[in-house]
């Protein structure tokens, strides 16, 4: 479970609701009498023995707030009570009901709401009569439909998850359902809106007395101390600011254990502060000057950190010539959309990115002085979820045409002109209606067409692909990865493709580079990976784990299968698949060595675990180098 | 040679969503099934109703025309009087390892859940959810931790448990690998072939990946907008696909082995089969 983080308004209003809660037990013994005692002179003002003066019965208005507070608090606490165990279940129970009754139940919550709770509880309150126990149903039943649908919101948002579908298909009946699964993962929030709803409730119970509908004499709350307060104001005003101060300082305590509880039920919170406080410097390797002179894209060992200095790329070099597709390779978490990223200058918030070197041929990416115009013109960027990279609100035509019309001063006709030519030449039928068109009007694989049209409209050098077509299906996919390679070929694009697909990688790219827990471990040709020729250890598991389209004994061309397809309805014994133990080591824990040596099948003792393997003809592993040249 | 009866069958299913004029049918006229003890895979692209099918034989979709099936039993009339001995009996592991858990409740009470689903009393049930935990491969000490605890695979193991835990007849596995890593996605598909052999598993297999489907599956049904176009055995299939639809599906993959060679199964482009309703996707809607 999560921890609760304590904040300054959370203890703060803790401490002051408990001394207040403390008060309501102990003032009516201690004060009791002198609260009720008559004498003195009617509505004195205050003075060494009546702190807030007497009231018009020469009663003593200190002691009388102050015994009022138990009265005042029960009965909020009741009210409270009511109207989150009424709302509450009323907004569950929906859930776990059939469609007919979660039907009436929330056009029913709907009703309620549309009546202010204040009006609810006067009508309330006029029908069952005066007095504490009415003024609680009324606040109570009042501030229920409130309570209704805010957990009809919450509730509906989990009992829409599939862990609740899951149960339902397990038989768990309706009310356990509500107990286990709806309940304690909407109780966070609820207990935020419990407080703020105790701060409603108080104003709400004193407005009642106040206005005299409340609690009647010889009870008193605060609501009717001010309301007897009210009479003298203008005499003898510290009469009224006594019960004021008290529903003041109690509403606005309650309010803060919302804010503080808030705060420290949110789990993003708090990383913030300690981010900011310490800043290590990340190193950076010196030059290795891999790269030959007229790479298009060169990256030097690069370095992507947290602001906590834990590298989550570490030490990436790698190039792009110009006409070439480079492709990137890894499972999650390897690094390679943050290394893409870093070329394209769009890294999230808080990561940095350090390098030897990072250019797009004479242009350095690392600077912070970088022209704008030249990132927007020279590199185009195609992401992978198409619907959420247009804006839904604005037309196809005018997001093509963003970067021509502000950095390149293109304007009004041409600017159109050259996005119906851009969406024709992505194979966009239709492209001068499509242009007029939303975003939402267009399938998902002609969004991701339009998506590469924007990026190739300025002319890129480099066109950055961040799982182009993971979104997409697998018709629709070849289709796209054919108008990637025929407009790199066409256009000499240079494209950074990266994907986790490492068939796909093995279709589109030319030469590839292979990624694992924030490191390149190996860098072969596409042919070579195409063919198996794989090196390192974790490329060879990756190839393996992969599940393939035709056996071994039917790609060979001879028709194999009448021998062995007979067996079709008996259960077949499949070869299981390669499967990589263990798990890749987290960022922060990456070890000394070489980072797939716990989990590599030809580690060497003593060398692996200690020593990172240096890049050596192309493949970064100690046991591949030893092979090649036996020490 | 003849073939067992089909232990799930779907007959002629019809799905619709909404009422009246903007009804809109998402099945259309469905017929399937799986023979016990073997694994069928459902495979189709996007909008193709593949899940819509898996919902549906669990119940929740409901059916508007046709019969679903279970050891001869019809489940469709059967809905609303006893359903949740039916639903127990077919149980469903869906894609998302992070929202099919609750976050709240440990492993061991979710397996217990599904042991007993009134009272999930976890150390009652202790040495079941044991067991069960360790047909997934994971150790034991698991029931006492929280999902979050656990990486995605290690997650969808524990579904595979939980749904397991309930002994159904037929399990419904929609998609449960497409949210994993490679290397992981393959420890779900080996754990399945296990299963499979051990507890002779009836299951349906949903997915859009072809490959994996051809790894799992003992007969395959290729879905395109709502209905059935081919359905086989895996092999046949995979290596004679006869609907044009299918044909374009295995030419799409990209994949490092030779494509069927030429002669036993054309090798066809996009634009040399301009399949209708397919055609119609990349149009402007």
Redesign the interface.
């Known amino acids: ?1 999560r921890r609760v983080r304590w904040n300054a308004p959370l203890v703060v209003a803790l401490t002051g609701l408990g001394l207040i809660a403390l008060l309501g037990i102990v003032a009516p013994f201690l004060w009791e009498e002198r609260a009720t005692t008559l004498g003195g002179s009617a509505r004195a003002h205050p003075s060494g023995a009546h702190w807030l003066g007497t009231d018009a019965l020469g009663r003593d208005v200190l002691a009388r707030t102050l015994v009022a507070t138990r009265l005042t608090l029960e009965m909020t606490l009741a009210a409270t009570a009511l109207a989150a165990v009424a709302g509450s279940l009323l907004g569950t129970v929906v859930w776990v009901s059939g469609r007919r009754v979660r039907e009436f139940g929330l056009r029913l919550i709907d009703v309620m709401i549309s009546y202010p709770a204040l009006i609810l509880a006067l009508v309330i309150a006029t029908v069952l009569g005066t007095g504490p126990t009415a003024s609680v149903l009324a606040i109570g039943l009042g501030g229920a439909p409130a309570f209704a649908r805010l957990t009809a919101n919450m509730a509906a948002s989990v009992a829409q ?3 609740v ?9 309706p009310s ?1 359902l509500l107990a ?2 709806l309940l ?2 909407i109780s966070g929030p609820l207990l935020v809106l419990l407080s703020v709803a105790f701060a409603n409730v108080l104003v709400a119970l004193s407005g009642l007395s106040f206005l005299g509908v409340g609690v009647q004499s010889p009870d008193y709350d605060w609501g009717a101390l001010l309301n007897s307060g009210l009479e003298a104001l203008y005499t003898n005003p510290a009469e009224a600011i006594g019960p004021a101060v008290a529903i003041t300082v109690t509403g606005v305590l309650a309010g803060f254990v919302g804010d503080g509880l808030a705060t420290a039920l949110d789990p993003r919170t708090g990383g913030a502060k300690a981010r900011a406080r310490r800043r290590p410097a990340v190193e950076v390797s010196a030059r290795s000057h891999r790269a030959p002179a007229d790479a298009l894209v060169t990256v030097d060992n690069l370095v992507v950190a947290l602001p906590d200095g834990t590298r989550l790329v570490d030490d990436v070099s790698l190039h792009v010539m110009p006409g070439e597709i480079l492709g990137l390779v890894g ?2 978490g390897s690094g390679k959309s943050l290394t893409a990223m870093s070329v394209a200058r769009l890294l999230p918030e808080g990561l940095s990115a350090h390098a030897a070197e990072l250019a797009l041929d004479d242009l350095d990416l690392t600077g912070s002085a970088i022209d704008p115009r030249r990132l927007a013109t020279e590199i185009g960027i195609v992401f992978q979820d198409p619907s959420a990279s247009f804006n839904p609100a604005l037309k196809v035509g005018g997001q093509l045409t963003e970067t021509l019309r502000v950095h390149q001063g293109v304007r009004g006709g041409e600017a159109r002109g050259r996005a119906v030519e851009a969406l024709e030449q992505v194979r966009i ?2 492209p001068a ?2 242009v007029k ?1 939303y975003p939402h ?6 969004r991701q067409r339009a998506m590469i049209a924007a990026a190739i409209l300025p002319g890129p050098r480099l066109i950055v692909a961040d799982e182009p077509t993971t979104a997409l ?7 796209v ?1 054919d108008l990637l390679k025929d407009i790199n070929s066409t256009r000499g694009t240079s494209m950074l493709f990266i994907s ?5 990688i ?3 790219c030319h030469r590839v580079v292979v990624m694992y827990a924030g490191r390149v471990v190996e860098e072969l040709s596409a042919a070579d ?4 020729r794989a090196r390192h250890p974790y490329t060879k ?2 190839l393996a ?6 056996d071994a004994d ?2 060979t ?1 001879t ?1 194999t ?1 009448t021998a062995t ?1 007979a067996g ?2 008996a ?4 070869a ?5 133990p263990g ?1 890749p080591p987290a960022p922060a824990d990456r070890p000394a060595g070489c980072a797939f040596a716990d989990r590599c099948p030809v580690v060497l003792d003593g060398l692996c675990g200690t020593e990172r393997p240096p890049m050596a003809d192309s493949v970064a592993c100690h046991a591949v180098r030893q092979e090649v040249q036996p020490a | 040679m003849t073939t067992p009866p089909y232990k799930l069958a779907v007959e002629d299913l019809t799905v619709a969503f909404g009422h009246g004029r903007r009804a809109r049918t998402v099945l259309h006229g469905v017929s399937t099934g799986v023979r016990a003890g073997q694994t069928l895979g459902l495979v189709g692209e996007s909008g193709s109703g593949k899940s819509t099918i898996a919902k549906a034989i669990v119940g929740i979709h409901p059916v508007r025309t046709g019969r679903i099936t279970l050891g001869g039993e019809d489940l469709t009339g059967l809905r609303g009087r006893e359903p949740v001995a039916v639903r127990r009996r077919i149980q469903l592991v869906s894609q998302d390892p992070y929202a099919s858990l609750n976050p709240r409740m440990t492993v061991g009470e979710a397996i217990a859940e599904a042991v007993d689903p009134v009272r999930a009393d976890a150390r009652k049930h202790a040495a079941t959810v044991g067991r069960w935990l360790e047909t997934v491969a994971l150790d034991g000490s698991a029931a006492a931790r929280y999902p979050h605890e656990f990486s995605g695979g290690q997650r969808q193991r524990i579904a595979v448990a939980r749904a397991l835990a309930v002994e159904p007849e037929v399990v419904i596995a929609d998609e449960i690998t497409s949210a994993l890593d490679a290397s992981v996605q393959a420890e779900v598909l080996n754990l399945l072939e296990e299963l499979r052999r051990s507890l002779a598993l009836t299951m349906v297999f949903i997915s859009h990946d072809l490959a994996v489907v051809r790894h799992v599956s003992d007969e395959v049904a290729v879905l395109c907008q709502g209905e059935i176009v081919e359905q086989g055995p895996v092999r046949d299939v995979y290596r004679a696909p006869r609907h044009p639809y299918t044909r374009r599906l295995l030419a799409s993959v990209p994949a490092f082995e030779q494509k069927p060679t030429p002669g036993k199964t054309p090798e066809t482009t996009p634009e040399t089969t301009p399949e209708k309703a397919l055609g119609m996707k990349e149009s402007a809607a």
């Not at chain 1, 990976?529 to 198996?532: N, V, W, Y």
């Not at chain 1, 784990?545 to 035709?550: I, K, T, V």
């Not at chain 1, 259960?571 to 499949?574: A, S």
């Open positions: 479970m998850r599939d862990f579908t899951q149960a339902r298909l397990m038989g768990v009946p356990r286990r699964h304690p993962n499972e999650s039928e239709n209606r499509v068109q009007e267009l399938s998902g694989g002609m299906d697998v018709t629709v996919q070849a289709e990865l986790h697909d490492i068939g796909v093995g279709t589109v990976l195409r063919a198996g598991a990756l784990a992969s599940p393939r389209l035709q039917t790609d061309g028709d299968a397809g079709t309805d259960v077949v014994e499949r299981p698949l390669a499967t990589i798990r």
